[in-house]
C-alpha cells in the first residue's frame, strides 16, 4: 500500500488524545466522603472492573477513528505494475468509438452509441495535466478531435460529428493502425475502446503496444432481440405463374420468451405471407414461403418482425428478377439443322411469345450481330472469323450464354477458336452401327437443371446417343451428363461474365433420339432461363460494399440516377468502357433503386454484416489476456469511469474502505459509551 499524501501522516500523532485526555482525567479525580463504604466495596469486584474494560475499549475505538479518518485523507492506494510515469505534460490518449451496426442495440431504453458522449466527458475528466487527446470513428475510419487538452478543460462531445453507421467495423484492424501511426515518444500512453467487441484482437497487440494501457468499455447484451438471419429465394428459374419458395431464417438472440411473433413478407408492397409463432430464448427457426410473383420485371420484396431492442435486424428486403422475355439467336450450318431447334424453341415459347427468336443459316460464322440477345446457339458451327470470335466472347463477358451442340463439323474447328472459347479439345469421332447406342447418365445430380424436374422415371427419358464427338476435357470444364463409357456429352464451361453449355453429339436423329425424348423441351427451357437470369444487378450486398451494375449498351448514354433507402437521390456517371456503374455509397440498409433517364431499370439491397449482429461478443477474459492483464481494464456502463482510470494509473484507491471503517468504528463506539439507565437505578437502589 502506498499514500498519495503522505504528509498527512503526521496527523497519526492525533490518535494519543483520547489517551492524554483519559489519563489527564484520571488525576483530576475528587474524593467524596460517605457514610458508608460496604456497598461500594462489593461492587468493586464487578461493576467497576468492567468499567476500566469498557472505558479501554471506548479509548481504543476512539484512537482508531482518528486513524481511520488520517489514513482516509492521505490517498491509500494499493499500487499496480503501472508504467505510469507522474508528469504534467508528456501524456498521450487515444480514444477509439465504434459506431458500427451493433452499437445501434438499446439497453433500458438507450443505445449503446448513445452512452458513448457520457463515457468519453468522464474520460477527459480523469486527465492530468497536459493531453494530446486524438478521437476516431471507426466506421467509416475517420479522425474525429485532435488537440491538447488542459486539466479541467470543458469540451462539448455533442459539438463532435459521429453518427450511428449501419456499417461493420474492423475495431482491431484499425486500432492497431492508429497506434502504430501516432507519436510513440511520449511515455504515458492510453488508448480507451468504446465498443461491443464482436471478435477478439490480433495476436500482436500482446507484443507491439506493450508501453500502452488499455481501457476496454463493454457492453452487455440485449434481452429483447429477435432477428432476420437470412432471406433467400431457393428457385433457380423464376416465372410470373410459377410458385416461388422463399427461405427465411429468424433467431431469439435475446433471453426471454416471445409469443405471437408476426413474421410478415410483402412483394412490391403487397402482403404475400404471414406466419404467427413463438421463439425460445437462444433459438432459431427456419420458415418457408411460397408467393406467386404475378408479373416480371424486378420485384422487391421485404420481410418484417416487430421492433424490439435491436432494429437493424427487424427487416431485410431483396430482389427477385422474373425475366420478361429470351431474345434467342440459332446460328446453324444449314436450313436442315435449324428446323429442329426451332421446333423446341417454338414448344417453350407458347401462346405467350416467352422467346423472341432469330434463325440464321451461317456456313461460315463471320459477320454476327449480338447486341439484343440474351442466348446464342450454336448448331454444328464451321467456321468462325476472327471478328465474330471477338464479338461473341464480348457477347459471353457481357452476361450473354451460348448452348453449343457440336456435330459433324467440330473437328474441323481451329485451335485459335478451340482456345478463344475454351472449348474441349477433339479427340476423335464415335460412330455406333446397327443398333447400338450409348445411354446418358447424371454426373452432377444437384445441378439446377434438375431440380424440381417433373419426370416419372428420368433414366428412361435419357437420350440414346449413336454418334457423338469424343472430347478431353480440362480442369475448369464441369461435366453435367455422360455416357455410360464416362464419356462427357453435355458439358458446363465456364467463362468471364457467363457459361457456355456444350453437347458432344448434335439435334439430329442419326446422331441420337433427343429430339424425340421428353426431356429435351424442359432441359433447353431450363437452360435458356439460367442463361438470361442475370441476378448480378440485383443481388444482395453488405453495407458500405461497393455495388457494381451492368448496364444495357442501349443505355449507356442515359442519366443515371439511383435513389437510396432513406429517399436521397444521387447521379452516377457510367463506366463508358466497362458499360456499368460502380456506386460505392451503400452505407444505409434497405433497398436501392437504379433509374435511367427516370425510368427504372433494376433494384438490389443491403444487408448487415454477420458481425454486426448484437449476439456476437468475445469474452472479457480473453480480451484482457491477449490485450496483457497488466495493462489492460475492463469498465463496465454502471462502473466509477474517473476513479477506475485513476485507479489504473496510481492504483487501486482505498479511501472508500476507511471511510466505511470509519463509520463502523464510530457506530461501535457511539453504542458502547452511551448512557446506561438501568446501571444507575441498580446504583441507586445500592444506595
Known sequence: MSFLYPTVLWGLIAISLPLIIHLF????????????IRHIRALKNESIKKLKILNWIIIFLRMSIIASLVFMASGPIIVKQSSWIPSEKESLAVIIVDNSASMSAMSDGTSFFDQTPSE???????????????????TPPKLIFSAVVEKGEQINVGDWNINQSMGEDKLWTFTDSVLKTVDSNIPNKECFILSDFPVEPMRNFIDDFTDWRFYLFGRGYPNNNIGIKSVKALNQIKLPNDLIDISTRVDNIGSVLRSDVPIELYLDGDRAGQIVTKFQPGKNKDFLFQVYPGKSGVIKGRLEIPKDDFILDNFQTFELNIPEKIFCKVIASSQEKLLIIKTILESISGPEDLIDIELKVKPEVDNIFLDNTDVLILQDPNIFSITSIEKIKKFIQNGGSILWFAGESYKSLNEITIKSFNLPKYNELVSLSNESYFSVKIDDRENPIFQELNV????????????YNKVILDKSHKSILSLNNDDPFLIQIPFPGSNIYFFSSFLDLKWNDFGIKGLLIPMIYRLLMFSIIDEHNTSMIFVDDPKTIYLDKDLINSKWMIKLPSGDEILVVPNYDKEQLYFTQTSELGSYQVFADD???????????????????????????????????????????????????????????FLIICFGLFFIESFLSRPRIGALKNISNVK
Open 456 to 467: 416419372r422415371d428420368l433414366k428412361s427419358a435419357f437420350p440414346q446417343i449413336f454418334v
Open 25 to 36: 482525567s484520571i488525576r483530576k479525580n475528587q474524593k467524596v466522603e460517605f457514610s458508608s
Open 599 to 657: 425510368e427504372f431499370y433494376t433494384a438490389f439491397s443491403t444487408r448487415l454484416s454477420p458481425f454486426e449482429f448484437p449476439d456476437l461478443r468475445e469474452e472479457k477474459p480473453r480480451l484482457l489476456e491477449i490485450l496483457g492483464i497488466n495493462r489492460s481494464e475492463w469498465i463496465d456502463s454502471d462502473s466509477d469511469v474517473i476513479s477506475t482510470i485513476k485507479a489504473q494509473r496510481h492504483g487501486r484507491s482505498l479511501w472508500r474502505t
Open 120 to 138: 468519453i466527458s468522464k474520460i477527459i475528466s480523469s486527465f492530468e495535466g497536459l493531453v494530446n487527446l486524438n478521437v476516431f470513428q471507426t
